[in-house]
Every structure is written in structure tokens, then in C-alpha cells.
């Protein structure tokens, strides 16, 4: 038995996504489960939930299992790790950056626009 519940953890924090989980809570695959769906069904803390009860204050097993299964979906991408170094965007005139890494856009943009007058500014010429 593991010590952290996924499914207890998203009722108790509902706005939580699975990086908050492991940020703040320190779940991660090896310390964290999901038991089978009829162990819930026959928990009180379940059954007696208000998020999983109908209109007359029943326990909706139809609820608790559209609960289970989107959990169990996002229980899957919870052991995908995506290291900060790899979705890190470089400046384009870093020279540290690594070959083939993303490049953050450089946003360059030209407008054209009338110059009635013809003025010039800038560099005129060289020696």
C-alpha cells in the first residue's frame, strides 16, 4: 500500500493539476496509487460525498465512475516527466545554447511607413 491515493487527491484538491501534485504534495509514481474501483464504491468517504450524490442526496455510482475514469486517464500522464530544460526557449543570439534547441521567436518586424520629407538618420557613410 502506497501512501498517497491519486483519486482522494484530486477529490480533496479539485483545481490541482498533476504538476501542483508533485510541486506541492511531493506525489510521484512511487509513493502515490489508485486502488481498484470497487474499493472506493465500498468506502463511506466516497458514498457519503456530496460531490458524488443526485439530487436526493443518493449516492450516484454513474458520478464517481465519470470521476474515475478522467482520473484514471490523468493518473496515466502523471509518471510522463517533462524536465524544464527541455521545453527551455534560448535567446537566438545565445551563444550556450545547444544545437537543434528551441529558439525563443525573435519577433523581428519591419514596417513600412511614408518618409514624405526624406529624412535619413543613422549612419550617412564611412571613411
Not at 457519503?48 to 449516492?59: I, K, T, V, Y
Amino acid at each position: 500500500m502506497k501512501e498517497n491515493d491519486y483519486i482522494l487527491a484530486n477529490i480533496l484538491n479539485p483545481g490541482f493539476s498533476n504538476q501542483d501534485f508533485k510541486d506541492i504534495l511531493g506525489m510521484n509514481m512511487e509513493n502515490t496509487q489508485i486502488l481498484p474501483y470497487s474499493s472506493y464504491t465500498s468506502s463511506p468517504f466516497i458514498t457519503q460525498n456530496e460531490l458524488f450524490q443526485d439530487n436526493n442526496g443518493n449516492f450516484s455510482e454513474q458520478k464517481f465512475k465519470d470521476f474515475y475514469t478522467s482520473n484514471v486517464g490523468k493518473f496515466a500522464s502523471f509518471n510522463v516527466d517533462q524536465p524544464v530544460v527541455e521545453n527551455f526557449e534560448y535567446s537566438i543570439f545565445d551563444s550556450s545554447r545547444k544545437l537543434n534547441s528551441r529558439v525563443k521567436d525573435p519577433n523581428f518586424r519591419f514596417n513600412v511607413v511614408s518618409n514624405p520629407d526624406r529624412v535619413t538618420t543613422g549612419i550617412s557613410g564611412r571613411n
